[in-house]
């Protein structure tokens, strides 16, 4: 049982893996690109080590921590790098962008840090 649940974890890991890369190829602007990318490869990933660290047994708490460490920093990295793109003007799709919130958020706070 523990072999077919840690082949599952590998083999679920690499299908979300190519959704990614997928995601990668077929959006259109770096906003929804690292979306699907930070959502997708943060499961895959998660999932393969976790796989690993089933099949392996002396590897499972190594395999743990960098599980952990996966799910505390791609989100974060992921965050950081489309604010920074954002800050610098890299461009919404103008087909399919409805609402920009990050125009409202960000003026907001220059007003607040101009304001002190």
Known sequence: MRIFFG?????FGAAFLFLGAFGLIRLPD??????ASTKSTTLGAFSSVLGVGILMPHWFVKCLVVAFFILLTAPVSSSALMRA????????DKKRTVVNKGKEFFSEKKEKEEGK
């Open 7 to 11: 082949y599952f974890l590998l083999y």
């Open 85 to 92: 793109g954002y800050k610098t003007g890299v461009p919404f």
């Open 30 to 35: 770096l906003y929804t690109r690292m979306q």
